[in-house]
């Protein structure tokens, strides 16, 4: 009996990382696989950038809300719907025949992955016991750390031998699998009828958070200063508005707004917010350089930030015991420091292309970033107090989505801002412009110049976490006295 629970708990496991490692997989394998799949559909940046940020709207909107429907339905219920609908999905964005298309397949993805994501936390800490739960979950991140780094390789492999389809076609299969496992692995879980979804919430958020990340991609098109533009802005800030007094009277919010009372807290949301736009602008930048002004194939380009991941798979298991010893803020300033640092030194890159100006700063990024994100995920979740942990953490994740979203976004609005989007787009999609050499350096110059913008925000989030370090600091004082 004992042997058959041990199989059973692992084998849950192993269908719960199975998510975490092929949502990030097709996250990675779709910006690699960007400029062919312009190309092939005939995409301005604008459009082919969309189908990155659409995923990324519908997995922020949802995830907090399918935490609710687990408690509601049950989480075996709520995740295989997520899967499913993920998968179906996928394979959708496989055989799109536009943009349109494609934008509206990646929307379904990005629900169907937020529902099984939401789940995937609640399954595995009512399988494990305690003294096994970090363990599990630290499994898990590993799985998610790796479909990044095979997502780009794979991704670039299966491009250029069958076409940009088949960067969606190879993920349906492993879909497949974890469905079928996860029917008959997992277990039922008993509902809870009394938690509702905080609908008046949802539909003041996401469509707030539409209205901006639409402002930033269209703004440079239509002028900043345009009818348009504005009235997207001012739809986002009374939206937004809205949300916060419905939540503030809402009897089941979808935030619960009274953790900001929290000093730590808020100031941990403000860092993970500055980290996450800085980080994930990274790899849509460098995609411009390399595949854009370098002329990288999806696979070289793939190779190139092997770097990006790498790193942290060593770095990780250090960085919760050096927050441990020194304090989670010290490690989270030094993370944000070298990132920022790495950051400054990508915006140099040259119009002759240089492997090591590119491997090196990557792998302070990726090495920052295993010492660095541990220490800030429990800086922040640990700020709260423990009866709301639940909250507090779906607060922390939609943040998290909130900020690789904003970070895509922005990194089109400032290469639209410096460089036309007509030359970034056919540079992308390989085809023909008239002054190649002109195009390219503009390319570059654009991508530098958002690699050193992107570096303020990682200074905003080392700012920040000064004044996490300052409470820290003053215990520290106090004891020695």
């Known amino acids: 009996m004992m042997k058959t629970m041990k199989s059973s708990k692992w084998s849950v496991l192993f269908v719960v990382t199975l998510v975490s490692f092929i949502t990030n997989l097709d996250a990675t394998i779709v910006v690699t696989g960007l400029p062919p799949l312009m190309k092939d559909l005939s995409l301005s940046i604008e459009t082919g950038m969309w189908t990155i940020t659409s995923f990324y709207i519908t997995s922020t909107v949802f995830l907090l809300p399918s935490g609710r429907w687990s408690d509601m339905l049950g989480t075996k219920r709520v995740f295989l719907w997520g899967f499913a609908l993920f998968t179906l999905a996928t394979a959708l964005c496989g055989t799109a025949g536009s943009g349109a298309a494609l934008i509206g397949d990646r929307l379904l993805q990005g629900t169907g992955a937020a529902m099984a994501m939401a789940a995937s936390t609640p399954i595995l800490i009512r399988t494990f016991p305690p003294n096994e739960l970090g363990v599990a979950l630290g499994i898990n991140n590993i799985a998610w750390v790796t479909g990044s780094l095979i997502g780009p390789v ?246 998290y989505n909130m900020g690789r979203a904003i970070s895509q976004a922005l990194a089109l609005a400032v290469v639209q801002l410096v460089a036309k989007s007509e030359v970034a787009s056919k540079l992308l999609s390989g085809a023909g412009v008239e002054d190649l050499s002109q195009s390219k350096d503009t390319l570059i110059y654009a991508s530098n110049i958002g690699f050193r913008f992107f570096a303020v925000f990682l200074a905003i989030a080392v700012l920040l976490g000064l004044l996490l370090l300052r409470p820290q600091m003053r215990t520290e004082f106090e004891s020695r006295s």
């Not at 949300?243 to 009274?258: G, Y």
């Not at 808020?266 to 002329?295: K, P, R």
């Open 154 to 399: 794979l991704g670039g492999a299966l491009i250029g031998e069958f076409g940009w389809r088949s960067m969606f076609y190879a993920v349906v299969p492993i879909g497949v699998i974890g469905l079928a496992a996860g029917i008959f692995f997992l277990r039922d879980t008993l509902a809870d009828e009394k938690a509702k979804t905080d609908w008046p919430g949802m539909l003041t958020f996401g469509p707030g958070l539409t209205a901006l990340l639409i402002a930033l991609s269209e703004g440079q098109a239509w002028g900043w200063a345009s009818g348009r533009t504005l009235g997207l802005f001012a739809t986002a800030i009374f939206l937004w508005i809205a949300f916060v007094f419905i939540e503030m009277k809402a009897r089941h919010p979808l935030f619960h707004l009274s953790l900001l009372a929290y000093r730590n807290y808020s100031i941990g949301l403000g860092i993970t917010m500055s980290y996450c736009i800085g980080y994930f602008a990274v790899t849509i930048l460098l995609t411009l350089y390399l595949q854009g002004a370098q002329n990288l194939s999806p696979l070289e380009s793939g190779l190139m930030l092997i770097p990006l991941s790498v790193p942290q798979l060593f770095t990780a298991p250090f960085g919760g015991r050096l927050a441990d010893r020194f304090g989670p803020a010290r490690m989270i300033l030094l993370g944000s420091f070298l990132i920022g640092f790495a950051l400054l030194m990508l915006g140099q890159l040259g119009h002759q292309l240089s492997n090591m100006a590119v491997i090196i700063p990557l792998m302070i990024i990726s090495a920052a970033t295993g010492l660095s994100w541990p220490s800030l995920a429990k800086a922040v979740l640990s700020a709260a107090p423990q009866e709301q942990a639940g909250s507090a953490s779906g607060m922390f994740w939609t943040v």
